[in-house]
């Protein structure tokens, strides 16, 4: 039972952290530059902000960006970042979905417990493949990004990649780390007997 509650804590918090990656992924507010320090800067209206697409400019009541669109003069580490993150958001997918398959409420036939335990394993694995791509992209970007803008602050899409990678990592090895052995994963399900003197008496059944 403990170790049931152990891999659906796994399941939702890789699936939190997912869509974390997803949301950085799409937005560009990873990092925010500065010519002056952040506090003059928002004083004139001369705050912008660096993603994985664009770059931006950000003032009352203005909030414009330009798409970085020639791949050939982006700096190496963006387009790495792009791709790492593009990985990321799509090991989710099928990860995610092998996750929901192993579930203690979904059956698929009289599917043994081993062949459930070995996919649950495999999206596990994604998962954390999933968190390092992540881990990687969130932290090399702010750095390189530094070496071009000496002033600056970390902005919420960055946050929210650190926080969804971080997820991840955890769930994935909670997954894969505490959900059991093949002989006893999925086995823990319970049924009322219809015939027995008491009617809240439960007893295992392997379904």
Not at 89 to 114: D, Y
Not at 164 to 182: E, K, M, Q, R
Request: net charge positive.
């Amino acid at each position: 039972m403990v170790a049931t509650c152990l891999h659906l804590a796994g399941v939702i918090c890789s699936f939190v952290g997912w869509i974390g990656v997803i949301v950085a992924t799409s937005t560009n507010d990873w990092v925010v530059t500065c010519g002056y320090t952040i506090t003059t800067c928002r004083k004139m209206d001369e705050l912008g902000s660096k993603g994985l697409w664009a770059d931006c400019v950000m003032a009352t009541g203005l909030y414009h960006c330009k798409p970085l669109v020639d791949i050939l003069i982006l700096p190496g580490y963006v387009q790495a970042c792009r791709a790492l993150m593009i990985a990321a958001s799509v090991l989710g997918l099928p990860a995610i979905f092998l996750l929901i398959t192993v579930l203690p409420c979904i059956r698929m036939g009289h599917e043994p417990g081993a062949a459930k335990y070995r996919r649950s394993q495999l999206g596990g694995i994604l998962i954390i493949l999933l968190a390092m791509c992540g881990v990687v992209a969130t932290i090399w970007f702010p750095v390189c990004a530094h070496r071009e803008t000496t002033i600056m602050s970390f902005g919420y899409s960055l946050y929210t990649g650190w926080i969804g990678s971080a997820l991840c990592l955890f769930g994935g090895c909670v997954i894969v780390c505490c959900s059991g052995d093949a002989q006893t994963f999925g086995e823990n399900r319970f049924y009322y007997a219809s015939g027995s003197s008491s009617p809240t008496h439960a007893k295992s059944a392997h379904v």
